[in-house]
């Protein structure tokens, strides 16, 4: 929060994330209920709560909004399908459903995932597809449709572990 209403302008910590976005992007309490991707307050995504740090994400799954990345909240609401890429995915939210069955080589680090804290992504398989030890993905692995696969990224290595 840098210069919000009337208080003083300071710098950023080193490396710390910074998310930059138009107002709306930026709220003042914790987001729930009903919403559309594109409309309303997720013209934008995530939107932030300034006062409590916390990411809101609209569920194309559920069309509700859901916890986002650091975010306090159950983060176990799946938020919108990604299809399975020969090459990079980004993860859509901290769990997501994977679609297709294409070789995953890594993971582009999605807005709202601080790499420096680290953190974990879950996705659930509608399909089995690989993942390859190409990119930032530590271990190659092969994702079984229905069971939740889990990687957790390490700053140090600057990969994604796989759960299985």
Request: charged letters at 10%; proline letters at 7%; aromatic letters at 10%.
């Amino acid at each position: 929060m840098r210069g919000y209403n009337g208080t003083v302008a300071t710098g950023h910590v080193s490396g710390a994330m910074v998310l930059i976005g138009p107002p709306e992007a930026f709220v003042t309490t914790d987001l729930s209920g009903s919403c559309t991707n594109g409309t309303g307050s997720f013209r934008f995504t995530p939107v932030v709560n300034i006062r409590n740090g916390n990411q809101w994400l609209c569920s194309t799954v559920t069309g509700k909004v859901i916890p986002g990345f650091g975010n306090i909240a159950d983060p176990s609401q799946v938020s919108t399908a990604v299809a399975s890429a020969a090459g990079l995915v980004t993860p859509s939210g901290p769990l997501f459903h994977i679609t297709g069955a294409l070789a995953i080589t890594g993971f582009n680090i999605p807005v709202g995932f601080d790499p420096k804290v680290g953190g974990m992504i879950c996705a659930i398989p509608d399909a089995a597809f690989t993942t390859t030890a190409a990119n930032n993905i530590a271990l190659a692995s092969t994702g079984v449709i229905s069971k939740t696969l889990c990687w957790t990224y390490d700053g140090n290595t600057a990969k994604f572990y796989p759960s299985y």
